[in-house]
């Protein structure tokens, strides 16, 4: 079966430190990966996603993704997080339905 | 303004009871998902719907059911038979059920059972 890891459950950093968190997706010939996020009493939003072309992709409030295909790796990164930042991010892979990650907490530290 | 919205956003049940979550969108949207969140466990896929009156299982489907009788509302009923329906449930929606669209989420019902 399709699935998708994440391998941080939980991620503590400074303001102004740079994050990368990681996702792998097991192979599955369709390549559609996003990033969705949480901010604490929000609804779960987009962050960006990729399915084909650069394998850079930007998404919105500085956040990129890399698209590693022998590496079956979608990681997530922003070079200088905020406090505002604190959220939890899914890691999720499409075909006929999307597989999401069991996602990572991000707490930012003023 | 446009958008995806659940009721309630708490509910109580006493065990045995069935339940029906609520959600609409009027998005237009072809496709309309239901998921159930838990603490480290991620999302996953309970039903989804392409069109009216037509629905599929998705990953946990076991003890829930659902009816896609209009394009905008896609109700969730949990029922008895589910062992552990404690949970925070997300509707969605896309455009269609093709994954390269990006799904919008609403803002959740949280369901415990006593």
Redesign the interface.
Known sequence: AQSVS?HN?HVILSEAASLELGCNYSYGG?V?L?W?VQYPGQ????LL?Y?SGDPLVKGIKGFEAEFIKSKFSFNLRKPSVQWSDTAEY?CAW??????????TRLHILP | DGG?TQSPKYLFRKEGQNVTLSCEQNLNHDAM?W?RQDP??????IY?SQIVNDFQK?DIAEGYSVSREKKESFPLTVTSAQKNPTAFY?C?SGPQ?F??D??Y????TRLTVL
């Open positions: 994440q459950h369709t559609n996003f969705y609804h779960l939003q987009l996603k399915f899914f499409g075909d006929d339905k999307i597989i999401f990650g069991k996602g | 995806i998902y998921y480290g466990q991620g999302l996953r896929l989804y998705g997300l969605a059920v994954s390269t990006t799904q989420f609403g803002p959740g």
